[in-house]
């Protein structure tokens, strides 16, 4: 499809926004958004905020009282077709741990490194500048469009997830700005399926004792988490494409004690419904009955099991499949080559998709290496990918 004079002008726009979207990646980047530095987040938000506003959208943000604040950007128009841009403020990297600054990476100058780059404040400078290109434009006026940006995702969104869940039931359209994956030849993908996920916190209570003077009469934690763990792992069925991995083990004070306390923390991923129920259920089972006891008296460590936090698969629909095709053809028009994929992990965009909402995920910053401190960022895919929603969002609401 040739673009219209309309969309020309957007798109030219944007190109001259080019040093600007990375700004604005430079200047996210530099604030220290750890999911659990709240303070951070907040000030990530109240800058949000800012710039929305000089796009012409009205702001809020939502206090929940156990994580930063959740930020809205929308039109008050409720005509016509209804689009959710979808994002996440907040990152893995623990306070201190890493350099909040953008640099060249030194063996390619194509790629801008940083924590966080791709996942995913290079999404929301993207979501930013085709935003901001579009309002200049005067094309949001007569538009209904909601962005929303989560403060916890990184954790599931345990805080939010209502919130998020309450904003798509009005929607039409979900897009979110989780990273695009750099393919051959230039081109990227981006998600139209994700795996369901379960996450649990299990706690084991044993009995301490001298492991030199009265071992027999202690009760190991530790060893009740040991048989736990195989037995969790046990569970891993790759043809049908489930996963269980306990991915912290804690237990001990001192190398002489029998250690009484334990605490593992275990994530699961389903592809199918109905054999994430089950293999949930037998998670819960098997965290529900010890496996050793003392010899004298038949004590059992006492296990107490925390269902953390869950999301449904994102299956790709027939609505989504027709809107994934709407964009690749979109993408060819200002010379993108885009594929579709799926993939093992999780995004707010579970929670859109779950409850009917078409949703399109993976539309932001091309990179690689994410929750690492070599994650990197595709610098041209700022600009290639604001582009594209900017083209998506005219055309959606023209549909």
């Known amino acids: 499809m040739t673009l219209s ?3 020309v002008k957007v798109i030219e726009r944007l190109r001259g926004m080019a040093p600007q979207l990375e700004e604005w990646l430079e200047k996210f980047v530099s604030i220290d958004t750890y999911t659990d530095n709240h303070g951070g987040i907040n000030e990530f938000g109240w800058q949000l905020e800012q710039e ?3 796009s012409g959208l009205h702001t809020s943000a939502f206090v929940t009282g156990v994580s930063g604040q959740y930020v809205i950007a929308r039109t008050r128009v409720r005509e016509g077709n209804r689009l ?3 994002g996440h403020m907040d990152t893995v990297f623990p306070t201190g741990s890493v350099n909040l ?7 390619n100058p194509d790629r801008l490194l940083g924590p966080g780059v791709t996942d995913m404040k290079g999404g929301i400078a993207i979501i930013l500048g085709a935003v901001r290109a579009l309002h200049e434009e005067g094309l949001l006026q007569d538009r209904s469009l909601c962005v929303v940006f989560s403060a ?3 954790t599931g969104s345990p805080a939010g997830r209502d919130l998020i869940r309450q904003e798509a039931e009005e929607q039409h359209l979900c897009l979110v700005f989780e990273s695009g994956t750099p393919l051959g030849g230039g081109g990227s993908a981006f998600v139209t399926g994700r795996k369901g996920m379960g996450r649990f916190r299990l706690e084991i209570k044993g009995i301490a004792a001298h492991s030199g003077v009265a071992k027999a009469q202690g009760l190991s934690a530790a060893l009740e988490a040991a048989h736990k763990i ?3 792992e046990a569970l891993n069925d790759p043809e049908k494409q489930i996963t269980v991995n306990v991915g912290t083990v804690k237990s001990g004070t001192s190398i002489n004690t029998v250690p009484d306390q334990a605490i593992l923390e275990i994530d699961c991923r389903f592809a199918d419904p109905e054999e994430g129920e089950k293999v949930l259920s037998r998670i819960r089972e098997v965290c529900s009955e010890a496996s050793i006891c003392l010899d004298t008296t038949g004590a059992k460590p006492e296990l107490i099991l925390e269902e953390l936090c869950g999301h449904g698969p994102f299956l790709r629909t027939e609505a989504i499949e027709r809107m994934a095709n709407r964009i690749k053809n979109w993408g060819q028009d200002i010379g993108l080559s885009l594929e579709e994929e799926s993939r093992g992990g999780c995004s707010d ?5 779950a409850i009917g909402i078409p949703t399109v995920d993976g539309l932001g910053a091309v990179g690689g290496n994410i929750h690492s401190q070599q994650e990197w960022l595709d610098k041209k895919s700022l600009l ?3 582009s594209l929603l900017a083209l998506t969002m005219m055309r959606f609401y023209e549909l």
Request: hydrophobic share 35%.
């Open 5 to 7: 004079s309309t969309e």
């Open 52 to 54: 929305f506003m000089k």
């Open 84 to 86: 959710m841009l979808l």
């Open 101 to 107: 600054e953008v640099g060249v990476d030194p063996k």
């Open 152 to 154: 916890d995702e990184e």
């Open 230 to 232: 195989i037995d969790l």
């Open 349 to 353: 965009g579970n929670i859109t998709a």
């Open 384 to 386: 290639d990918r604001s």
